[in-house]
């Protein structure tokens, strides 16, 4: 792919992946949900429980009839029905029910059946057409689907078929033999079409002697209504619930994506397009994550352009600073082989030496500059004894003032509070480049036997490092432009070039990434004159050194010593031998 095609915009879609990922998850739920409340497995059983509970108390009720009303002998242990006093009253006791009746004598022989007309076995057989049904063949259809795969679920309980013979017997039917022995019963089964029949059968009894069993049969055509009812209602709930998901999930989609759309295409067009006009969209109004990110998106975009144009300054600065020794060794270097004057040629030799010595500063000064941003970003923060810190370097200039013998030199004179050590978060080693430039700084502006002041002080929260200097001062109005890169305002009578004006800045840098602050100030006597340069740097305290911290710290100080260079010496040799 090339650059054009990554370039090129791509075309709108219609839904955002967030989009459909939204309405995937919301609706698959929502489907899974009324999948599972249109089982309705428990609500059927409770049902058919119901229906075989009623047909039990109808069958009880009919037997007794049939036991009073049909049976010829009074006489105790004995009786025969009348057969067609029997078919007479079965027909008008399910006249009013939709059930079947059937009564089996105690043999099983089939006396009478409500759905036949004439004889035991007749050619002529009533059959009663179901209740209409409602007017939803299309959910009748999807539910009559949705029940034959439900059928087939691993671990639900099979259902016999129901199977009748030409001519019947009591011993078909597991609860005409039930009821024959003088227990009732009731069984579940299903027919040819998959509908289920329901039916019991009761003994028929007189003075506790069984002359037979009834048996009722039912279709379960009110059962199957209920549920279409329940079903029905619950998909209607379901197709208002699910428009309502729709929108909802598309709002709750259109907050979310859309705007992280514009931030990306923002950002894109940040990258591609040139100039400062194009910015990253401003949703800092939304009190939510994505304002947050819009925020966040903008001040880095701001920071990138900040540091784009620190980077430009910083190649001008540096460009213009090395012009200048470059200039003066290139004339020097034309110069000195047209001068026969020893002399003369030594001193263009010396300037030639300075200005290549003034390169080699300028350059390891750039070189460190250039990589802080990096380095400081990379390095852990640390705690630090500051007050340990200040003190080893006061050492190192005193020693290396006494080893040079020069009486003249400032003096270094520090204040430490008498507490706790003063412990600040940050890097030792820059730390400790920043006070040496302070310090340095100082002691290039002080003059003979004088003294720079070194203070540690807690301010509130904050622990705060004061440098003074007994020199001239800083410039009027030029407090903040110190701390500028290449900028240099030096005491007089210091060879030219000694610094490159990158000391200060760097320390800013490194103490306000840090967290801390560095500034500078003059010093007033009573009259209001300029008595010396104050610099300031504030630090926020760390906590207390853990134990491996501490231990650390020991291991790197004994380095420092080279005590764990020595070789150790065996035990034996440490002991001292009885006498």
Not at 21 to 49: D, P, Q, S
Not at 119 to 141: C, N, S, Y
Not at 382 to 393: F, G, I, N, P, Q
Request: aromatic share 4%; proline share 5%.
């Amino acid at each position: 792919m090339t650059n054009d095609d990554q370039n090129f915009p791509k075309p709108p879609r219609l839904l955002s992946p967030i989009t459909r990922r939204i309405l995937a998850v919301n609706v698959l739920a929502l489907a899974f949900l009324v999948t599972a409340v249109l089982y309705l497995e428990e609500y059927r059983k409770g049902l058919i429980e119901a229906k075989l509970e009623s047909l039990k108390v109808q069958a009880d009720m009919f037997a007794v009839a049939l036991a009073e009303g049909t049976v010829a002998s009074a006489a105790p242990g004995v009786g025969q029905f009348t057969r067609e006093t029997a078919r007479q009253m079965m027909h008008r006791l399910v006249e009013a029910s939709n059930a079947r009746a059937r009564l089996f004598a105690s043999n099983g022989e089939l006396i009478l059946d409500s759905r036949r007309i004439g004889r035991a076995g007749g050619d002529i057989q009533v059959e009663v057409l179901p209740p209409p049904q409602p007017d939803l063949p299309m959910a009748g259809a999807i539910f009559d689907l949705y029940d034959s795969l439900i059928y087939w679920l691993p671990g639900r309980a099979e259902i016999p078929r129901y199977e009748e013979r030409p001519i019947q017997h009591g011993s078909d039917y597991a609860e005409v033999s039930h009821a024959i022995r003088g227990d009732k019963a009731g069984i579940v089964r299903s027919n040819e079409v998959g509908r289920m029949v329901l039916s019991v059968a009761v003994p028929v009894q007189r003075y506790k002697h069984v002359l037979g069993a009834l048996m009722l049969s039912s279709a379960t055509h009110g059962i199957e209504e209920a549920l279409l009812e329940v079903r029905v209602d619950i998909l209607k709930i379901f197709a208002v619930a699910l428009a309502l998901t729709i929108l909802v999930s598309i709002y709750l989609a259109g907050t979310i994506a859309r705007p992280i759309l514009r931030l990306a295409q923002g950002a894109e067009r940040v990258r591609s397009k040139p100039g400062r006009e194009q910015t990253i969209p401003d949703l800092t109004k939304r009190d939510d994550e994505i304002g947050e990110l819009s925020g966040a998106m903008r001040d880095m975009t701001d920071a990138l352009w900040r540091r784009m144009d620190a980077i430009e300054s910083f190649a001008a600065d540096v460009s213009h600073e090395l012009k200048n020794p470059l200039t003066s060794l290139r004339s020097a270097v034309e110069t000195v082989g047209k001068i026969e004057d020893v002399a003369k040629r030594q001193h263009l030799m010396d300037i030639i030496l300075q200005d290549v010595d003034r390169l080699d500063r300028l350059i390891s000064d750039i070189s460190d500059a250039s990589r802080l941003d990096s380095e400081l970003s990379r390095a852990s923060s640390k705690s630090v004894d500051l007050a340990s810190l200040l003190t080893m370097l006061v050492d190192i200039h005193k020693s290396t003032h006494e080893d040079e013998g020069v009486d003249s030199a400032p003096k270094i004179h520090m204040e430490l509070p008498d507490q706790e050590p003063l412990l600040v978060r940050g890097m030792e080693d820059r730390l400790v480049q920043v006070f040496q430039n302070l310090i340095s700084n100082g002691l290039s502006f002080s003059p003979p036997n004088g003294t720079l002041g070194i203070r540690i002080e807690r301010e509130k929260q904050v622990i705060v490092v004061k440098v003074e200097d007994e020199g001239p001062g800083l410039p009027k109005g030029k407090e903040h432009r110190i701390f500028e890169r290449f900028y240099s305002e030096r005491p007089v009578g210091e060879d030219f070039g000694k610094h490159s004006g990158l000391g200060l800045s760097i320390s800013k840098q490194i103490i306000e990434s840090l967290g801390g602050m560095l500034a500078a100030e003059n010093r007033h006597g009573g009259a209001g004159q300029i008595t010396g340069a104050r610099f300031i740097v504030r630090l926020m305290p760390a906590d207390p050194l853990t134990k491996a911290e501490k231990k650390e710290k020991k291991k790197e100080s004994l380095e420092k010593t080279g005590l764990l260079a020595l070789p150790r010496l065996p035990m034996k040799s440490l002991t001292s031998k009885k006498s």
